[in-house]
C-alpha cells in the first residue's frame, strides 16, 4: 500500500486544520473550531496510550464535525465535498475510507447507534464524548441552551424520559436536564480504557457541580 512519511502526514493535517477552521469558524452551537481542537488534544493523548494510527485518528478527529447537519443546510453537499477533498488530499486511500467510516458512525443519528468498528475509531469517539462532560462540557451545555433560548433550570421540568413528546417538542427542556438525560450517562459509554479513566475525573466534577447548584438554587449555600 501507500506510505506516507511523518512530514506529508503533517502536511495533510495542517490542510485539514485550514479546511475545519474555514468551515466553523461562524458557528455559536457549540461545534466551534475549540471544540476540534479539544478533541484533536484529547484524541492524540488517547491514542498514544491506546496505541492507535495517531494520523488516521488525528484527521478523524479534525473532520467529525465537518458534515453535521447542524452546521449545514445541505449535508449530504457536505458529504461529498468531504469526500472529494480527502480524494485530492494526498491521503492514502484505505485511510480515507477508514476517516469516512469513522465519521459517518460518529455522525450516525436516531436509534441504534452502530458501534465503532475500529480503535482509532473509537479512540475519537472517546475524545469528542469527552468534551461534552467535564468543566469544558459544563460549558458547552449552557452555551448550547442560551443559543436554542432555553432556561438555566426550572424545577418543575422533569426528565426527559417522563416528559411528552408535546412537551419535549414545544421546549420544555432545560440546561440542567440535559445533564441528566446524557451527560451523566457519557461515562458508562467510553470504549477505551484510557478515555475511561479520564471521564472518571471529569464526572465526579459534574456531579459536584450539580450538588452545589441545588444547594445554592434553594439558599443553602
Ligand atoms: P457532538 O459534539 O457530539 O455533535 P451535540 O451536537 O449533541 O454533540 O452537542 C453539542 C454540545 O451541545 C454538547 O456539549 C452537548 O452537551 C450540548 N447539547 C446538545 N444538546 C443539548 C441540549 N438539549 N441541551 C443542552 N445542551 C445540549
Ligand atoms: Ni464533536
Redesign the pocket.
Known amino acids: 500500500g501507500e506510505y506516507l512519511t511523518r512530514e506529508q502526514q503533517e502536511h495533510i493535517l495542517l490542510a485539514a486544520e485550514a479546511l475545519v477552521k474555514e468551515k466553523l469558524e461562524r458557528d455559536s ?3 466551534d473550531w475549540w ?1 476540534i481542537y479539544r ?1 484533536v488534544q484529547t484524541t492524540k493523548r488517547i491514542a498514544a496510550q491506546e496505541g492507535a494510527d495517531a494520523f488516521v485518528c488525528e484527521l478523524a478527529a479534525l473532520l ?2 465537518v458534515v ?1 447537519e ?1 452546521l449545514n443546510a445541505d449535508p449530504a453537499a457536505a458529504q461529498r465535498e468531504l469526500e472529494a477533498w480527502l480524494a485530492a488530499s494526498g491521503t492514502p486511500e484505505a485511510d480515507v475510507l477508514h476517516v469516512l467510516e469513522i465519521i459517518s458512525t ?2 450516525f443519528k436516531g436509534g441504534a447507534r452502530p458501534p465503532m468498528r475500529t480503535l482509532e475509531g473509537q479512540v475519537v469517539q472517546d475524545a ?2 469527552l ?2 462532560i467535564g468543566a ?2 459544563i460549558s ?6 442560551g443559543w ?1 433560548g ?1 432556561p438555566i433550570h426550572d424545577p418543575s421540568v422533569t426528565a426527559r424520559e417522563q416528559m411528552t413528546e408535546a412537551e419535549y417538542r414545544a421546549g420544555n ?3 440542567i ?2 445533564f441528566y ?3 451523566l450517562k457519557l461515562k458508562e459509554l467510553m470504549n477505551t480504557t484510557y478515555a475511561r479513566q479520564l471521564a472518571e475525573e471529569r464526572h465526579r466534577f459534574m456531579e459536584q457541580y450539580l450538588e452545589q447548584f441545588d444547594l445554592e438554587w434553594e439558599g443553602l449555600r
Open positions: 452551537s457549540g461545534h471544540h478533541v467529525h464535525d453535521d447542524k460518529m455522525s469528542d464524548r468534551d461534552a469544558v462540557g458547552r451545555v449552557f452555551a448550547y441552551s436554542k432555553r427542556d432545560t440546561a436536564n440535559h438525560e446524557k451527560l
